[in-house]
């Protein structure tokens, strides 16, 4: 899919979160400035969640609470961004395996490449985002 504007990639975001269930883990690939942060926010938004999305690269994540329809099983989004990660077990060190695969929560991993340990036998969704200009190709595997 080709992405032109912010805007397009919340909306793009906001049916990927349409189609999450609790335990779901979202990798987002792509260089720096690609818009897996806005991609994000857009997850956020479909979820219900109305705060400013920011990365969390220093504090390597930050948990959110869902507050939606009492049918929702997703009680959290945890945006996890391992950029900055030095090793694995910093991730271990936050708490990050309890989030990661549980059924009341999504994640949103940014550079997962760095937490590959963690997410054998989790169910995983790859989000490839290419920059081409000022468009964004968009792949979902």
């Known amino acids: 899919m080709d992405i032109k504007t ?3 990639m919340i909306s793009f975001g906001k049916k990927i979160a349409a189609e999450l269930k609790g335990g779901d883990v979202i990798l987002l690939y792509g260089e720096l400035g690609a818009g ?3 991609l ?3 997850i956020a938004a479909g979820l219900g969640i ?4 920011v990365s969390p690269t220093f504090g390597l994540m930050k948990v959110y609470n869902i507050k939606r329809l009492k049918d929702c099983k997703i009680k959290i989004l945890a945006h996890i961004d ?3 990660l030095k090793n694995e077990k910093q991730l271990y060190e936050i708490g990050v395996e309890d989030y990661i695969g549980d059924p009341e929560t999504v994640c949103v991993i940014e550079w997962p490449e760095k937490a590959s340990g963690l997410l054998e036998g989790k169910r995983v969704k790859r989000v490839s985002i290419e920059v081409e200009g000022e468009r ?3 792949e979902i595997n």
């Open 6 to 8: 912010e805007t397009q």
């Open 40 to 42: 994000t926010r857009g």
């Open 50 to 53: 109305k705060k400013n999305i």
């Open 36 to 38: 897996k942060t806005t």
């Open 82 to 84: 391992t950029y900055r």
């Open 136 to 138: 964004r190709r968009v």
